[in-house]
């Protein structure tokens, strides 16, 4: 028998057994409830590629050439229409409108042959709509606004949570298709109550569905349904609560229904309650563009709710609009690179399968990084955060000035090379035990945060952990922001424009030599700080702006746009002004300055962890890391570091261009232990390097997209 023969034999025995144990964990999983520790998902290791098709490409689709290109990109994992808005599968359910493009046995084809060539199949259920017929059959199925008004694509109508299409036949068409099908997982997009019309830019308002009535009637004891989205009434914040708990309630349900079917299938969507993987996405929407997207994401994905799998999927379309445009190749490079560092899988999204697509340019940036996470798998996925700083972000899709200002203080963050830690407000008293580790945690326009939450900050503070408050954070809560921070609001919505900062005491604002005033734009806040220890930055009234020959008059206000207090074992600052937006939407240094200034008052050791003389644009990203290996179940992390970086140099603001290469790049460290070895990713070579003192030392001759320094123990 030949070699090449005996090779053969043994990889279709391998494929046999694969395909025997898969079907015999499907017929075994009904009697099977006792958790494991072996759920596939666990292992971090995602190469999701999602072909999201258009019902017209069900008709064209090839599953053999579609394989063929999964392997070509080193993809494990495939996320491939299923049902909801139409079924892409023979249902047998009246109301599960059948694609009519569709061919008999796609989907089944689809798995069966992917599940050949060891490679998963998630698949998509859409549940937020239903076809003109369905809502002709049953209208009150379906949406309505404080207007009146259906939310209508085409001829799809969006549906009401809770009516019984999502409360009762979704889970009958999710059913069918488990029973149908050997898949490995489910995810649900757009899950959830709908306010706007996605695709058309339009807000229509909260859902005036009777049932919806009718249930939050019930769960509120007889309050009436809103009609307006508005934080500071009682009943809204009611209605919130109430659609966290009939989404939390419908997601357990689906979740209890796949496990009774199967507990090696994983539900993946956006939620994270009773959700095995998190599903998060990269997007390209407006101006100013934001390189640190994937990070943004996975970071605070993975330190919100550690106990999940997050996978963060780069979407190809530009936008809604134009969805037959993919995003710049840079771009999309970024978003991946960043996902691997942050700690999540890779994952792209894109229109239809790869034979055909309209805009190709990014399949080499996806096959090359795909093969690079393939390579060094057992590196990635298993981490621990070295960071000692953490920054509160409001909620986990921020939009408005709230994510201005929490993307400034970011980008302040990233371009000074401060490792950090990107915690959900929501998820703050469930890391109660977490945030007394840091020395100091960012609250960038945090509001409303609930009493526990509040709880867990007062405490973390009485340890020793600083807090630094910035613009309108806790409005809310007068009591705290006096005893945190010794400010009582007198205006706090004032339009700084014209106004001016006097950094005045040179020992505190050591990065600002040369200036004596520091312009000023948006929320400007006047606060009482008399109950603060020491204030800094007079405000300087707004004066005459011209013509220049009267300029002049930016007298002192007597007020301050900082205040220190002692709270505990703690220093608290409190910026009540929008230094994070101005910094994201204009970019002036002197902005940054203030913070990074703020931030040595109170934690002078903010440096000491990495120290490098790469530009602000290289993005690097410091992890301890365990080796990701089934031999490997307790999920230490102590095999070593990896020092990631990310050439964000070819970024203009508004375009990507292919990252600029740098040159003598040196990184200083710190590290516990002498390390036995260094190694480039990117050039697979060892790198030299000195330790002394805790601290390795070590020169990188050449960055181009990205590369990650092994540091070996």
């Known amino acids: 028998m030949t070699l090449l023969r005996l090779l053969f034999l043994i990889s279709t025995l391998l494929v046999h057994t694969t395909i025997l144990a898969q079907k015999a964990t499907r017929v075994t999983s009904k009697a099977s409830t006792k958790p494991t520790s072996n759920y596939w998902w666990k292992q971090n290791n995602l190469r999701v590629i999602q072909t999201n098709l258009p019902a017209y490409e069900a008709a064209t689709l090839n599953p053999d050439s579609l394989v063929k290109d999964l392997l070509a990109c080193s993809a494990n994992t495939l996320l491939i229409n299923a049902g909801g808005i139409m079924a892409f599968y023979p249902t047998q359910l009246d109301f599960h409108y059948t694609n009519p493009y569709m061919k008999t046995n796609m989907l089944g084809e689809v798995v069966e042959k992917c599940h050949q060539h060891g490679i998963r199949v998630m698949v998509r259920f859409d549940f937020s709509r239903v076809h003109e017929s369905i809502f002709k059959a049953h209208p009150d199925w379906c949406y309505i606004s404080p207007k009146g008004e259906r939310i209508i694509n085409t001829d799809m109508y969006v549906v009401s949570i ?3 299409y999502v409360q009762d036949k979704a889970f009958r068409i999710i059913e069918e298709v488990i029973d149908r099908y050997p898949i490995d997982g489910v995810f649900l997009n757009m899950p959830g109550y709908q306010v706007n019309n996605p695709y058309e ?10 049932y919806d009535k009718k249930r939050f009637a019930d769960y509120s004891k007889s309050m009436k349904l809103p009609t307006e989205e508005n934080k500071a009434d009682p009943v809204f914040q009611t209605y919130q609560a109430f659609k966290k708990f009939t989404t939390d309630d419908w997601t357990k349900r689906l979740h209890t229904l796949i496990k009774s079917k199967n507990e090696q299938i994983a539900l993946c969507t956006y939620m994270d309650q009773y959700v095995d993987i998190i599903r998060h996405e990269s997007q390209t929407n407006s101006l100013p563009y934001w390189p640190y997207s994937a990070s ?12 999940h799998i997050i996978s963060n999927s780069s979407i190809q379309q530009i936008s809604f609009q134009s969805r037959y445009n993919a995003v710049e190749p840079e771009e999309v490079a970024i978003r991946l690179y960043e996902n691997i560092a942050n700690g ?8 239809g399968d790869m034979r055909g697509y309209e805009d190709e340019r990014n399949f080499g940036i996806i096959k090359r990084i795909y093969a690079h996470h393939k390579k060094f798998e057992p590196y990635f996925g298993n981490y621990t955060s070295v960071a000692k700083i953490a920054i509160v972000a409001p909620g986990s899709w921020p939009s408005g000035a709230p994510m201005q200002e929490y993307r400034g203080i970011q980008l302040m963050l990233k371009e000074a090379h401060l490792a950090f830690d990107i915690i959900e407000d929501s998820q703050l008293d469930k890391q109660a035990e977490k945030l007394k580790q840091y020395q100091l945690l960012i609250l960038p326009d945090i509001t409303y945060l609930n009493p526990a939450s509040m709880q867990a900050l007062r405490n973390a503070s009485q340890q020793g952990t ?3 408050a910035t613009n309108t954070t806790m409005f809310d809560n007068a009591a705290s922001l006096m005893d945190l921070f010794g400010a009582k609001i007198v205006n706090r919505d004032h339009e700084g424009s014209g106004f001016y900062l006097r950094p005045d005491n040179k020992e505190l604002f050591k990065r600002l030599p040369g200036q004596t005033m520091l312009f000023w734009k948006f929320n400007l806040g006047l606060y009482d700080l008399s109950g603060a220890d020491a204030r800094f930055l007079p405000i300087l009234a707004k004066g005459r702006p011209g013509p220049p020959e009267i300029i002049g008059g930016h007298d002192p206000t007597g007020y301050y746009g900082m205040a220190t207090k002692k709270y505990g074992r703690s220093t608290n600052v409190i910026l009540p002004i929008n230094l994070g937006r101005l910094y994201y939407m204009h970019g002036y240094q002197e902005h940054k300055n203030v913070l990074l200034d703020a931030i040595d008052r109170v934690f002078p050791d903010a440096s000491q962890l990495l120290q490098t003389n790469a530009p602000e644009r290289v993005e690097v990203i410091v992890q301890q890391y365990g080796r990701n290996e089934r031999q490997n179940p307790s999920r230490k992390t102590d095999d070593g570091l990896i ?3 990310v050439n964000l140099t070819g970024f203009s603001g508004n375009t990507y261009f292919k990252p600029l290469p740098i040159y003598n790049l040196t990184f200083r460290v710190k590290a516990d232990k002498k390390p036995a070895s260094l190694l480039s990713m990117a050039t697979d070579k060892a790198v030299p390097f000195t330790w002394q003192d805790g601290y390795v030392n070590f020169t990188l001759d050449k960055l181009e997209q990205f590369d990650g320094i092994l540091i070996n123990n």
Do not use: F, R
Not at 297 to 307: G, L, Q, T
Not at 344 to 351: A, K, P, T, W, Y
């Open 201 to 210: 830019g339009k807000y229509h308002g909260i859902d005036q569905n009777e």
């Open 643 to 645: 020092v990631h970086l």
């Open 466 to 468: 600083n807090l630094i």
């Open 162 to 164: 809770n009516a019984p």
């Open 344 to 351: 999540s899988g890779l994952d792209i999204s894109m229109m």
């Open 296 to 307: 943004d994401n996975v970071n605070n994905a993975v330190h919100s709710y550690p106990d």
